[in-house]
T-cell receptor, first 119, second 111 residues
Framework: GAVVSQHPSWVICKSGTSVKIECRSLDFQATTMFWYRQFPKQSLMLMATSNEGSKATYEQGVEKDKFLINHASLTLSTLTVTSAHPEDSSFYIC???????????????FGSGTRLTVV | TQLLEQSPQFLSIQEGENLTVYCNSSSVFSSLQWYRQEPGEGPVLLVTVVTGGEVKKLKRLTFQFGDARKDSSLHITAAQPGDTGLYLCAGVDTGRRALTFGSGTRLQVQP
């Protein structure tokens, strides 16, 4: 089946530093990846959509300069939280959508999430 | 922006009871998915419904897609403690190709 690997699973960083989160599709090519944010006991909120080889599309209210997304290959997307602050502490989850013609079987596959704590 | 409202938000029941979770929207979705999420993990897909009026069964879980493709329901028969988790419906927006998640239903099944 389709597997998405997300690393790290948790990270603690100091306020003002940057953190990079990786999302890899292990056994399929993902032309599109999505980044979500989830606060405790709440649902997932879409932050941005990244397409391989092009700029990410950010949802309204998400600062693109703060949450840098790079989708340089068909199997890897990264989210970098720059100059992190305590209010950025959250659970970040990536999702990959298989390439056209394949997604009917694979659909949307989610990573296991990254718990970011900014102190 | 398409919104999906789930009800109830929280449900605590005894093992063996039946329950239904509802997912409603004013918008039409090309398809709708149900996920279950456990603490500290990503959502896991349970089912995808595509056709209006479609009913799918997954062991003790029954999923239904509304005729107008604006709403869906999840019915669990004889709930077990292992069913405990956050249940999320998600609509597929053909234009944006992104999932829009519902507000979530937190289910707790007491042994």
């Amino acid at each position: 089946g389709a597997v998405v690997s997300q690393h790290p699973s948790w990270v603690i960083c100091k306020s003002g530093t940057s953190v990079k989160i990786e999302c890899r599709s292990l056994d399929f090519q993902a032309t599109t990846m999505f980044w979500y944010r989830q606060f405790p006991k709440q649902s997932l909120m879409l932050m941005a959509t990244s397409n391989e080889g092009s700029k990410a599309t950010y949802e309204q209210g998400v600062e693109k300069d703060k949450f840098l997304i790079n989708h340089a290959s068909l199997t890897l997307s990264t989210l970098t939280v720059t100059s992190a602050h305590p209010e950025d502490s959250s659970f970040y989850i990536c999702s990959a959508r298989a390439a056209e013609g394949l997604w009917v079987n694979y659909g949307y596959t989610f990573g296991s999430g990254t718990r970011l704590t900014v102190v | 922006t398409q919104l999906l409202e789930q009800s109830p938000q929280f449900l605590s029941i005894q093992e063996g009871e039946n329950l239904t979770v509802y997912c409603n929207s004013s918008s039409v979705f090309s398809s709708l998915q149900w996920y279950r999420q456990e603490p500290g993990e990503g959502p896991v897909l349970l089912v995808t419904v595509v056709t209006g009026g479609e009913v799918k069964k997954l062991k003790r879980l029954t999923f239904q897609f509304g005729d107008a493709r604006k709403d869906s329901s999840l019915h669990i028969t004889a709930a077990q403690p292992g069913d405990t988790g956050l249940y999320l419906c998600a609509g597929v927006d053909t234009g944006r190709r992104a999932l829009t998640f519902g507000s979530g239903t937190r289910l707790q099944v007491q042994p």
